[in-house]
């Protein structure tokens, strides 16, 4: 069974424009969580995808969006950048929806907004 | 507003003793607890939950205790061992709000 993957493991970019992160969830599981996670904080929860329908938000702008794909993958994209969105992003893989079920996190990509 | 909150930002323990984290959160409403542990560039794993319907779950060296009415719950690792040296974070969800809130993480570091 592989583990969940994340891509790109750093990526830099400037402010105002849009970026794309992919996760690859285990096989199986169809539900993915998405993170942001800032320089000595917790995780924040960003939203929560079930079977490809969003399933619950954060308190993240709507320029923050995902996808969930049949096979397992999914993305999470970021308009309009600005400097405070440069943090580590995770996202956790989970066979059921909500948070009871044991989630699996890739190892996250680090954003850097210039 | 920080709904979960770990005061202490770090904790260094001798190798055996126990480790004790701790986590406090305002939102009376949460009725699940999970606490996950963080190495360096690698995700978050999860370690042990716990209901609001119970007050102690324990797995192997790990008990999570529960006190409902002072909302607090607490992280025992007994005997601690070098491995256990990660950031650990509580996080907690319910009340109808489809999402899960972290706290900002306590490292622990065991000595030999």
């Known amino acids: 069974e592989t583990g969940v993957t994340q891509s790109p493991t750093h990526l830099i970019k400037t402010r105002g424009q849009q970026v794309t992160l992919r996760c690859s969830s285990q096989s199986g599981h169809n539900t993915v969580s998405w993170y942001q996670q800032a320089l000595g904080q917790g995780p924040q929860f960003i939203f929560q995808?079930?079977?490809?329908?969003?399933?619950g938000r954060g308190n993240f702008p709507p320029r923050f969006s995902g996808l969930q794909f049949p096979n397992y993958s999914s993305e999470l994209n970021v308009n309009a950048l600005e400097l405070d969105d440069s943090a580590l992003y995770l996202c956790?893989?989970?066979?059921?929806?909500?948070?009871?079920?044991?989630?699996?996190f890739g190892p996250g990509t680090r954003l850097t907004v210039l | 507003d920080q709904q979960v909150k770990q005061n202490s930002p770090s904790l260094s323990v001798q190798e055996g003793r126990i480790s004790i984290l701790n986590c406090d959160y305002t939102n009376s409403m949460f009725d699940y607890f999970l606490w996950y542990k963080k190495y360096p560039a690698e995700g978050p794993t999860f370690l042990i939950s716990?209901?609001?319907?119970?007050d102690k779950n324990e797995d192997g060296r790990f008990t999570v205790f529960l006190n409902k009415s002072a909302k607090h719950l607490s992280l025992h690792i007994v005997p601690s061992q070098p491995g256990d040296s990660a950031v650990y974070f509580c996080?907690?969800?319910?009340?109808?709000?489809?999402?899960?809130?972290f706290g900002q993480g306590t490292r622990l570091t065991i000595n030999p």
């Open positions: 956790a893989s989970s066979l059921a929806s909500g948070f009871t079920d044991t989630q699996y």
């Open positions: 995808y079930y079977r490809e329908e969003e399933n």
């Open positions: 716990i209901s609001s319907i119970k």
């Open positions: 996080a907690a969800s319910g009340g109808g709000a489809q999402k899960l809130v």
